[in-house]
């Protein structure tokens, strides 16, 4: 045992100074060059400082189509986690205020919202939390340069102010974090010039009225939830299906729940042309793909959310050497991060293959720069990675849809522990929790190792959190027998479940 710590020890002195040569301190004006300066490129950046080093970030917002800009913190700040989980809020109070009245509150009615209020807090919010990345770029010593990076060679950058100023710097190691923007269709007439992004709505000055959002993905469900929510006529266009790549199954619990919520959806369709009309409303074309017929409908406010580009098309990187995916764009990296040039690597959201959520970007960040600068060799862990769709009913997931389960060990190898319950809250305020749902995707062999986990129902991201935990030290059905549940919580069902989908017995929680 000693031998084999002293033999890992030595492994790990070696590729330290190995990385050390790399560093070259004093030949190049940083060891690193950080491009963007969003929830990857901060964290890395900091990090790289406090192991001291000397450290410049680049980060540089090109306007939306519509001219919308923003400060310091990349999309989550800005325009994707922060305004959107507010918004979510925002919205969830609606039905709180709703719920209160059965909770023997008196509120006058008509209770209405306001646009404006609740985007000047939220947008407030953003700019102090832009600032605050700025004071602690400042106290952790690392150099903060509003340019637009792109790379001359492998060891020099090109900077470009919003004035066209031109700064070259030369660094040991450059690491690319800039993130991605939202796209807009080719094909479609009028949709550049009267319709906006996810970049766009968290900024708006004014409520953007009767809304129709193209797209089924998590931002395009969780924009049309906060906006049905605070009181709009939202309509969702979806081509095929809602949240690919999430379990199906729960994709549909939390379409319905949308649906009974007041959110309408058109399926199956793809829009044609946008137009403006002369009352200044917008005219949607679009194709309903079953019955090949085109219809019409009206709108305030268009919102495309088809997906996402990889920031890398202006980095020049494909002439120095850095491998993109040609069908995403972006770039190809190995289990350390690395680019196919060694001193360049590549986190978040343009690493190919990595999920695209803030802690992610964050944490590979921090571990690429302890493995950079200090002994560390720990790479980051990218299974079982939790996250949470905020749509009005909240759906969190860690670990594999029940399809993708099924596919990987085989129909008969996997028992689903299901269950629907109802939050206690929703009893006295009556409300509806037809699609609030948990399952558990277990193999059949020894303690069950639970492989997959979905919930959908109040806090969810809150308790998917926790269980994200039991997942890392490699939780079995067995384990939630073995855990004891606090009472009364949503939570606490999870440990509860006792029914499998192959038994066909009605899973339905009753009592308490
Ligand atoms: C609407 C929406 C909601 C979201 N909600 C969640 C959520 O709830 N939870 C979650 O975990 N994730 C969420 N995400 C995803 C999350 O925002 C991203 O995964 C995360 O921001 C990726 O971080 P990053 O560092 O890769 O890039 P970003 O945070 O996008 O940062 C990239 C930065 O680089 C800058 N940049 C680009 N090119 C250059 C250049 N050439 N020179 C200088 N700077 C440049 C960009 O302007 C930007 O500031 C959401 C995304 C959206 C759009």
Known sequence: MAAFCKGRCRLKRLLFQQTQTRNLTG????????????????????????????VAVLDYVDPSPKGTKWGLGGTCVNVGCIPKKLMHQSALLGTAVKDARKYGWNIPAPVSHDWPTMAEAVQNHVRSLNWG???????????????????????????VSKTGKETILTAGNIILATGMRPKYPSNVPGAVEHGITSDDIFWLKESPGKTLVVGASYVALECAGFLTGIGLDTTIMVRSIALRGFDQQMAGLVTDYMDTYGTKFTWKCIPKKVEKLASGALQVTWEDLGSGREDRGTFDTVMWAIGRTAETKTLNLEKIGV?????????????????????????????????????????????????????????????????TVFTPLEYG????????????????????????????????????????????????????????????????????????????????????????????????????????????????VTGC
């Open 27 to 54: 030949k190049f004006d940083y060891d690193l060059v950080v491009i963007g300066g969003g929830s990857g490129g901060l964290a890395c950046s900091k990090e790289a400082a406090q192991l001291g080093k000397k």
């Open 397 to 508: 997931c860690v670990g594999l849809p029940e399809e993708e389960a099924e596919k990987r060990y085989g129909k008969d190898a996997i028992e689903v522990y299901h269950a629907f319950f109802k939050p206690l809250e929703f009893s006295v305020a009556e409300r509806d929790s037809s699609q609030c749902y948990i399952k558990a995707v277990c193999l059949r062999e020894g303690d069950q190792p639970i492989v997959g986990l979905h919930f959908t129902g109040p806090n969810a991201g809150e308790v998917t959190q926790g269980f994200a935990l039991g997942f890392q030290c490699g939780a079995t059905y067995r384990h939630l027998l073995d855990t004891v549940g606090i009472h009364p919580t949503c939570a606490e069902e999870v440990i509860k479940l006792n029914i499998t989908k192959r038994s066909g017995l009605d899973a339905t």
């Open 133 to 159: 990345h700025r004071v602690q770029l400042q106290d952790k010593k690392v150099k903060y340069l509003n340019l637009k990076g792109s790379l001359v060679d492998e060891h020099t950058i090109r900077g």
């Open 323 to 387: 491998a993109l995916k040609k069908e995403s764009g972006k770039v190809i990296v190995g289990d350390n991060e690395s680019s196919s040039v060694p001193n360049i690597f590549a986190i978040g959201d343009i690493a190919e293959g990595r999920p695209e959520l803030t802690p992610v970007a964050i944490k590979a960040g921090k571990l690429l720069a302890r493995r950079l600068f200090s002994p560390s060799t720990e790479l980051m862990n990218y299974d079982n990675v939790p996250t």
